[in-house]
Nanobody
Framework: QVQLVESGGGSVQAGGSLRLSCAAS?????IGWFRQAPGKGREGVAT??????YYGDSVKGRFTISQANAKNTVYLQMNSLRSEDTAMYYC?????????????????????WGQGTQVTVSS
């Protein structure tokens, strides 16, 4: 079983930066960030699986996912934020087994979820 708690959300101006943290307890092969904007479905943002990282097209080059050494904490560094990045951001984890590359940004392959942290980007 994995428990996840997100933090670091807030309000920033367009072009600014924000770093989200996901504190995880338990064992998981992949931990990912997903987001859901108002009126839109949940979107895979970034996932890290045993040091391998995967990014959604809309954030690649701007966001970076990383994991603390010997710690159950995953970060999402968000730079060059845009108004369209405004969303509730969720941390999620798979179980201990590996998943395929095509599954790393799909929410149905993540078993455990945090409560989310709100990110609001104003222009």
């Amino acid at each position: 079983q994995v428990q996840l708690v997100e933090s670091g959300g807030g309000s920033v101006q367009a072009g600014g930066s924000l770093r989200l943290s996901c504190a995880a307890s338990g064992s998981a092969y992949c931990i990912g960030w997903f987001r859901q904007a108002p009126g839109k479905g949940r979107e895979g943002v970034a996932t890290i699986c045993s040091a391998n990282t995967y990014y959604g097209d809309s954030v690649k080059g701007r966001f970076t996912i990383s994991q603390a050494n010997a710690k159950n904490t995953v970060y999402l560094q968000m730079n060059s934020l845009r108004s369209e990045d405004t969303a509730m951001y969720y941390c999620a984890a798979t179980g201990g087994q590996s998943i395929t590359r095509g599954q790393t940004l799909r929410e149905e392959f993540f078993k455990y979820w945090g409560q989310g942290t709100q990110v609001t980007v104003s222009s």
